[in-house]
């Protein structure tokens, strides 16, 4: 006969957590979907860019995105309860603080990763269980295909994806430019750069650099389109090409910023041996990861690295590892770990020296 569960407790790892407490923070995990939807819409529709010159009505709203008014009234309201639009008294609604992160050009903007999670990305995390059963990504169940070849065909994906690794990476590229010690370095090509967010952070940083970006065809355009408005097109120089078939050679730095996790063991191990045979002598390499730990917490940084580690199961072959089995890939491929720098926003800068 069903027992009820109201008042009761439920006993967890020794720990006695309120039944009904329980019940609301899974019922409000099972459908957050609603969050990740309701805020590519919005990115989408570009709400927050409409709303940073001044409150509107909905009506209005309506009428500029050709939306249904009543619906998109619903859609805002929502929006409201994120802490995103507030509602004023009059039944306008204005930006909040927070939504100003979804406009266009906020120096912040995660506009282009919230389309990309909730509109390219969407489909892929609903074979989850297919990739569980398979071991084998969401993503190569549909197509049968590995990598990014989903987006090379794909104008308007493509320039989703770049902007989503964009905004991520600016949320990092600072600190790695101020921590990591590029005094004696010349020359520095970044691997897999997109459009270069984190090779002209550091190029502005340290006026002494030359950079090249070096990814695939389609990331070239923005990547000349960033460099020009950071202020350092005369030195940065552009290659596109696969990792898997050769980099760049003869510079003083590399950097490998979340490229790793995206690949197996196979894979990792022939990107990081064309890095070394593309390495000066003396040079080194900048690995920067999410570091899994040797078992998950219930913090919101073990949260966001164990939504990664899921994200590349779906999405690509790859996943998040922790220090030891990164050291092991590193050591499988002549290098060693030289030194660390602290997660920065749930990353970890690792520098690696090939073994003589």
């Given at each position: ?30 459908g957050a979907s609603w969050m990740t939807q309701a805020i590519s819409v919005a990115a989408e529709l570009r709400l927050a860019d ?177 460099a020009a408005q950071a202020g350092v097109p005369a030195r940065c120089e552009f290659a596109s090409g696969s990792f898997f078939d ?111």
């Amino acid at each position: 006969m069903p027992v009820a569960t109201s008042g009761m407790a439920i006993r967890t790892n020794a720990t006695y957590v309120p039944a009904d407490a329980a019940m609301g923070r899974l019922l409000e995990q099972i459908g957050a979907s609603w969050m990740t939807q309701a805020i590519s819409v919005a990115a989408e529709l570009r709400l927050a860019d409409l709303l940073a010159t001044g409150p509107r009505a909905a009506e209005a709203l309506g009428r500029e995105t050709q939306c249904d008014p009543a619906a998109l009234h619903r859609l805002l309201r929502a929006l409201t309860s994120l802490e995103l639009f507030v509602e004023q008294d009059d039944g306008a609604f204005a930006l909040a603080p927070a939504g100003t992160l979804l406009c266009a050009e906020s120096p912040q903007s995660v506009r282009s990763w919230a389309i990309w999670c909730g509109k390219y990305h969407w489909p892929v995390w609903a074979n989850l269980l297919g990739s569980v059963r398979s071991g084998i990504s969401a993503r190569e169940l549909a197509t049968g295909r590995q990598g990014y070849a989903h987006i090379e065909g794909d104008q308007e994906g493509a320039a989703i994806f770049n902007g989503a690794m964009v905004a991520i990476t600016r949320l990092i590229a600072d600190e790695l430019a101020r921590v990591v010690d590029f005094s004696t370095a010349r020359s520095v090509v970044d691997v897999g750069g997109g459009h270069g967010e984190l090779l002209t952070v550091i190029l502005s940083a340290h006026p002494h650099l030359r950079g090249t970006l070096f990814d695939l065809p389609h990331a070239m355009s923005g990547a000349a389109t960033r460099a020009a408005q950071a202020g350092v097109p005369a030195r940065c120089e552009f290659a596109s090409g696969s990792f898997f078939d050769a980099i760049p050679a003869g510079a003083d730095f590399y950097l490998l910023k979340s490229i790793l996790h995206n690949w197996d063991d196979d894979q990792c191990g022939v990107i990081l041996q064309n890095c070394r045979r593309a390495m000066a002598a003396g040079a080194r390499l900048l690995v920067v990861e999410r570091i899994m730990p040797q078992r998950l917490g219930t913090s919101a940084p073990d949260r966001a690295v164990a939504r990664s580690d899921l994200n590349m199961l779906v999405s690509l072959t790859g996943r998040e590892r922790t220090m030891a089995e990164l050291a092991s890939l590193f050591a499988g491929s002549g290098f060693r770990v030289a030194q660390t720098w602290p997660a920065v926003r749930e990353f970890t800068a690792i520098e690696v020296r090939p073994v003589p």
